[in-house]
């Protein structure tokens, strides 16, 4: 197992609890994921592309989810107007490129992410309801649910690619 389970530090989502509770604590079971696939490993082995052809790395995951949680917590939900951190149109990969083995790009990473998955807890947990609405320019309306559903796909999706690309860098197994 990667981690012993008396030593996993993520809290289990509540088996009993009302829908954004619910909801709220699945998704933080992601992210804590992600930041435990992430865990202990040097710049270089962050930066490490370790499925050829791909550019993806768990430092480029780091950043995409940053710019994802940006885009729908703060560009979406809130109105904000909220540059991405990390890609452009000019540089649509920009967030698994620029992942390179530098200690500042892995601590500016790891400060976006957690700058914006802060700014989405507070969002989720002061809106009046899970059915506020941002209108998306390909689907229409969204709701906060709907948005909520789609990051724990998200991050599910990518913790799987996180499992077996630590499991190149170091041999862990996904757990």
Same mark, same amino acid.
């Given at each position: 197992m990667f981690i012993d389970p008396e030593s996993d530090p993520r809290a289990d989502p509540p088996p009993q609890a009302d829908e954004r509770s619910t909801l709220a604590a699945f998704l933080r079971w992601q992210r804590e994921t992600? !930041?435990?696939?992430? #865990?202990?490993l040097s710049p270089e082995q962050l930066a490490r592309r370790t499925v050829e052809p791909s550019t993806m790395s768990l430092l480029g995951l780091i950043r995409h989810m940053a710019?994802? !949680?940006?885009?729908?917590?703060?560009?979406g939900m809130?109105?904000?107007?909220?540059?991405?951190?990390?890609? #452009?149109?000019?540089?649509?990969d920009g967030d698994f490129d620029g992942? $390179?083995?530098?200690? !500042?790009? $892995?601590?500016?990473?790891?400060r976006a992410w957690r700058e914006e998955v802060e700014f989405a807890e507070r969002f989720v947990a002061d809106a009046r309801s899970l059915d506020i609405t941002?209108?998306?320019k390909w689907r229409g309306p969204l #709701?906060?649910?709907?948005?909520?559903?789609? %990051?724990?796909e998200e991050?599910?999706?990518?913790?799987?690619h996180a499992d077996l %690309?630590?499991?190149q860098i170091d041999g862990r197994l996904g757990q």
């Open positions: 992600l !930041e435990l696939k992430c #865990s202990g710019d994802v !949680e940006r885009g729908w917590f703060r560009r809130a109105q904000e107007p909220a540059t991405p951190r990390f890609y #452009s149109d000019d540089e649509p992942a $390179v083995a530098d200690a !500042e790009v $892995v601590a500016e990473a790891w941002f209108d998306d #709701s906060l649910r709907w948005v909520l559903l789609h %990051m724990i991050y599910a999706r990518h913790n799987g %690309m630590r499991e």
